[in-house]
């Protein structure tokens, strides 16, 4: 139940993250430049909105990242033993090992016998 939380907020900080960045002009004018062009200049009481971009895409890749890590605590692993069998020296094997000195059997090559009636 709280991996799903975890994986929907996951969804939805990526989701807004692209959304940031989209926005943003990769030659520096960006949002800040449809209101008016000023860096100076105030809109809605947002001041330098380029500023802002960079710090809610620096913060919402920051909160991913957490996040995914945060997530990885979440994950269901099951209630069963999960050791390694391999490094279990009291484990017995399933099937004996072949013997090397045993000669293998010759393959079946679909042969009917021969007519033994005297037709």
Do not use: C, H
């Not at 995914?68 to 605590?73: C, D, G, K, P, T």
């Not at 069998?85 to 679909?110: E, I, R, V, Y």
């Amino acid at each position: 139940m709280s991996f799903t939380i975890f994986l929907v907020l996951i969804v939805v900080v990526a989701f807004l993250l692209v959304v940031v960045i989209m926005v943003q002009n990769p030659k520096g004018g960006g949002l800040s430049s449809t209101f008016g062009g000023g860096g100076s200049q105030q809109l809605g009481g947002v001041k330098k909105t380029t500023d802002f971009l960079d710090k809610s895409t620096w913060y919402l890749a920051t909160f991913l990242l957490v996040l995914v890590l945060a997530s990885n605590v979440a994950i269901n692993r099951g209630e069963g033993n999960v050791d390694s069998k391999a490094l279990d020296t009291d484990a017995q094997t399933t099937q004996p090992l072949p013997n090397a000195n045993t000669t293998p059997l010759p393959a079946n090559d679909n042969t009917t016998p021969a007519d033994t009636t005297g037709q």
